[in-house]
């Protein structure tokens, strides 16, 4: 049981202040809610900085822009940037940091947005797919070398492949064909498309390099 | 009647092109909105409640904290008191509330009581099982207990496959709004646009025409996706309770994984006998599987290889407190496959005999001796089996041992039924429309280049329409049905609207009708260029008309002409490497050598078959429904314990297609499936082939590898 829900670890938690990373925890470990503390409760123990219990307005940097959104300490980025921002390309499919589905980019480096707080990528700059996969009407290349070869089926897994690739040539631009099976063993695709990724990262590499990317 | 058959093989143009998908750059940029993705005015979230335990009764349940609860819109009760609950995961109790948060802790608020009853949930032990099995009846052909004495050779083994899950990434579930009008707007994640309408009517008792159905993309689906299930209709209730809102309810990972979707388990007792010279003589076995709380899960023993002369099979359908199977990429095959080529390849290890070489001389026990034959030779070409292949266990020093195996596939894939609409409109611009459903395998892709061929096009001319039962019906995308239907339907649609096109541009032309042709962008004489009209010109001619047709693949008659047949054969060789001191099997290579007919386009067709084998890497090394003896639950409903395959876990995979002008002929036939069934057996064999002994229990996990090293039963 987690620490979360043991009643008896909640009654020991009276004492001290909540933490937004325990709550995190909590969700991750049981894949279901963590009760909240009554306000007055919380109240009594928020230190200074500590936003919540309730929900809270803050303001996210996305894709470059300012955007604002009324979240709960406990949201998740990834529930933040799909049911309230309506930016959906990051995909919930295992909600515990498995498959890499939701794949962001948080000061440029790939991150899974089901295991960060909304609250906590404050500050930060989030990059998600729609922010860089098409500029002036042109595919990223990394995108146009997914579509060449063929490296998607259903689709649901790819936003996540590509944020991933980008994010693996960025710090790799001339990868090995294991380094890119090393480097994107975060992501997971149940149509089983890994042949088509393989071959498209070491395309988009190179494209990269010759300048086409866009 | 207008000649609909497919245009020569050598004088296409689209058809057969190696082709991007037209939908790749949406999906790719995540553009692409699937109906999970969808956000609607005034929508609500939807939680589902379900039961922990896997056999009880609801004594009493309370859901006024939940109602009150701030955020609430509507709260049901799906198993009031009273209820006998048969699983793990059943369906309780649902909320709809402003906020998924907001819904997701009303939930907990809902208080049930239990009278928790006895329950199974593990079926690897027959004896065990016993209250729950249902025999279904002894097979018998020839006399077996005589061909079993007069055998050379004969061999006794068990063998267990578990029970796995679709885990289709994109979860179930909808968006559905039912309005004070009585309309529904319906938004599920489906396999099957057309005929999950007329279920979900059913279910609601209203008329099928007050329900459209919409979806642009499906995440997944593998045969799980089919129907509106009962969180869809709850959504629906929760939406005319609450004025008809919006109600967004997609199951969390755990759901999905316990309930969204299995496919049975298989196990055998068998006991075969073959003549010296490996030719397999008679086959006695004892199956049995389980498909949930409704048994079922029969799979086709022996496999491929059905013509032995001499046979005995009984088989048991056990009934557990689990969620029902569905529909399982190749349903019962795989089981099949991996219970007949396991045992094969170890009698013929028995016979020291090189498995190659007792899979081509008993070819003729099977339905198409010249085609497995051929694979088989085809495969071992690939893999280097000559070279590389080795008596069971002589691997050599060292603790990596590699090892090559083989598995056989056999399937239909004929068309399904399905009905096309070509509309050609006066400024050139062309629609194709069904409503049918494209699930990744390039369904949009391929009924475009059907089109662009059929009116001298290119695939960016037409537009595909898919997804929206304002579209003629098509059938569910199962059993590898989708490509010859709607291809076969979108032929006829389009030479039927050719032909209007054409009787309108004849008299510009000069000559009739039947003397014209379309092709190259032109409307021209037959075999004359110089007497043509560019495209948009002789749409112009149709004024302020369009042309607008219906085709439709009539399964029973699209073979008579040329469109589209079934029944495939396939061969898989995989080539491991296995740590023995770990027990960690890694695999080198996987070969599918593949029956097909006419291949529309060679890419999206490779892609199913590396996603074939690839699920079957995962199904034969890791993935595994285990369940608690003693909770009933399902141990790992979750993606970290519930293991899929990664992009370093899979090898190379080499595809080889059988694409010539014979099997063009077969006109188109489907392809999802017949590649997703050989791989667990050829990997399986393969293993035993490198350690020198059978790992019996799929997966062939580290422990279950380790196990078998040891002679430890797992
Ligand atoms: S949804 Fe975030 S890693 Fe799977
Ligand atoms: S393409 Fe379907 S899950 Fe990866």
Redesign the pocket.
């Known amino acids: 049981m987690s620490e979360i829900l043991d009643p008896e670890n909640r009654e020991k938690r009276k004492g001290r202040g909540f933490s937004r990373r325990g709550f995190m925890q909590g969700i991750g470990v049981t894949g279901a809610v963590a009760p909240a503390l009554l306000p007055e409760q919380a109240q009594a123990q928020t230190p200074p900085g500590v936003m919540g219990p309730g929900a809270v307005a803050i303001t996210l940097n996305i894709n470059g822009k300012p955007m604002k959104a009324t979240v709960e300490p406990r949201e998740t980025l990834l529930d933040t940037l799909r049911n309230q921002l309506d930016i959906t390309g990051a995909k919930r499919?295992c909600d515990r940091g498995t498959c890499g589905?939701c794949s962001v980019l948080v000061n440029g480096k790939v991150s899974y947005a089901c295991s960060i707080l909304a609250i906590d990528a404050q500050g930060k700059q989030i990059t998600t797919i729609e922010g860089f996969a098409m500029s002036g009407g042109k595919p990223h290349a990394v995108v146009q070398a997914f579509v060449n070869n063929d490296a998607?089926?259903?689709?649901?897994?790819?936003p996540g492949?590509v944020v991933a690739s980008k994010a693996f040539l960025d710090h790799t631009p001339n990868p090995t064909y294991e380094q890119v099976k090393d480097g994107l063993g975060g992501n997971?695709?149940?149509?089983?498309?890994y042949v088509g990724v393989r071959k498209a990262v070491l395309e988009a590499a190179k494209m990269m390099k010759g300048g086409s990317n866009a | 009647m207008p000649n609909y058959s497919w245009p020569p093989m050598a004088s296409r143009k689209v058809i057969g092109q190696r082709l991007s998908r037209t939908d790749g750059i949406e999906?790719a940029s995540g553009r692409a909105k699937y109906n999970s993705d969808l956000n609607k005015p005034g929508m609500l979230h939807a939680v589902l409640l379900t039961s922990p335990f896997a056999h009880a009764k609801v004594k009493s349940i309370d859901t006024s904290a939940a109602e009150k609860h701030a955020g609430v819109a509507a709260v049901r009760v799906i198993a009031p008191a009273g209820t006998e609950i048969q699983w793990a995961g059943w369906e309780i109790a649902v909320v709809a509330a402003s906020t998924e948060l907001a819904a997701r802790d009303a939930v907990q608020k809902i208080k049930i009581e239990y009278d928790i009853m006895p329950h199974v949930v593990v079926e690897n032990d027959l004896k065990k099982v016993r209250t729950r099995a249902k025999p279904a009846g002894e097979q018998l052909e020839g006399d077996p207990d005589q061909a079993m004495k007069e055998a050379d050779v004969t061999l006794e083994a068990s063998y267990g496959i578990p029970t796995l899950t679709h885990c289709?990434?994109?979860p179930h579930g909808q968006v559905i709004g039912w309005g004070a009008d009585g309309k529904v707007e319906f938004n599920p994640s489906t396999q099957s646009v057309t005929s999950i309408r007329g279920d979900l009517a059913r279910l609601l008792s209203i008329p099928t025409t007050d329900i459209h159905v919409h979806q642009d993309h499906v995440?997944?689906g593998f045969g799980s996706k089919f129907q509106p299930d009962r969180w869809g209709v709850e959504a629906a209730q929760l939406s005319k309770a609450a004025g008809g809102k919006p109600v967004k309810l997609f199951l969390d990972r755990p759901t999905e994984l316990m309930i969204a979707g299995c496919r049975p388990s298989g196990f055998l007792n068998v006991k075969l006998g073959a003549k010296k010279d490996g030719t397999l003589t008679v086959w006695q076995s004892e199956s049995w599987a389980s498909g949930g709380i409704g048994g079922g899960g029969s799979p086709p023993i022996p496999y491929v290889f059905t013509k032995v002369p001499n046979r005995r099979q009984n088989h048991t359908a056990v009934s557990l407190n689990t969620a029902p199977i569905r529909a399982w990429r190749a349903p019962n095959h795989q089981q099949a496959s991996y219970l007949t080529c396991a045992p094969l390849e170890d009698l013929a290890a028995k016979l020291k005999m090189d498995p190659l070489d007792m899979f081509i001389k008993n070819a003729n026990l099977t339905q198409r001796e010249d085609t497995y034959v051929r694979q088989l030779k085809k495969a071992a070409e690939l893999s280097d089996w000559k070279k590389l292949w080795h008596p069971r266990g002589d691997a050599g020093k060292g603790p990596i041992k590699r090892g090559l195996g083989i598995g056989v596939n056999t399937w239909g894939g004929a068309g399904h039924d399905s009905t096309a609409r070509t509309t050609i409109h006066p400024d050139g611009t062309v629609e194709v429309e069904l409503g049918s459903q494209d699930l990744?395998t390039g369904t949009r892709t391929i009924i475009a280049q059907v089109a662009a061929e059929t009116l001298g096009l290119r695939v960016p001319d037409i537009r595909v329409k898919l997804g929206d039962t304002n579209y003629p019906p098509s059938g569910t995308s199962g059993g590898s049905t989708t490509v010859g239907g709607v291809t076969s339907s979108t032929r006829k649609a389009t030479v039927n609207a050719l032909d209007k096109l054409l009787a309108e541009v004849a008299g510009g032309l000069g000559a009739p009708a039947d003397q014209l042709e379309a092709v190259d962008g032109k409307i021209q004489v037959k075999g004359n260029a110089t007497k043509s009209l560019t495209w948009k010109a002789a749409c112009q001619k149709l004024g302020v008309k369009t042309v607008s047709e219906t085709g439709s693949n009539v399964p029973r008659e699209a073979a008579k002409e040329g469109l589209n047949t079934g029944g495939v054969g396939g061969v898989q060789i995989a080539d491991v490497s296995v740590d023995v001191e770990t027990g960690v099997v890694k695999m080198n290579k996987l070969v599918a050598v593949q029956d097909i007919g006419l291949v529309v386009n060679p890419k999206t067709a490779e892609s199913q078959v590396f996603?074939a084998c690839i699920m079957s890497i995962c199904g034969a090394l890791m993935e595994e429904r285990i369940m608690d003896e003693l909770t009933g639950r399902m141990l790992n409903a979750d993606m970290e314990f519930y293991k899929l395959a990664g992009i370093k876990d899979i090898g190379e995979i080499v595809v080889h297609f059988e694409i010539d002008e014979l099997n063009d002929k077969r006109g188109v036939i489907g392809l999802g499936e017949p590649p997703a069934i050989g791989g667990i057996a050829a990997i399986s064999n393969a293993v035993a082939n490198a350690i020198g002994t059978r790992v019996p229990t799929v997966p062939m996990s580290p422990m279950n590898v380790l196990d078998a090293l040891s002679g430890r039963k797992s």
Not at chain 1, 152 to 158: N, P
């Open positions: 499919v589905a998607q089926q259903c689709g649901y897994c790819t492949f997971l695709c149940r149509c089983g498309t | 999906k289709c990434l994109e995440g997944g990744g996603g």
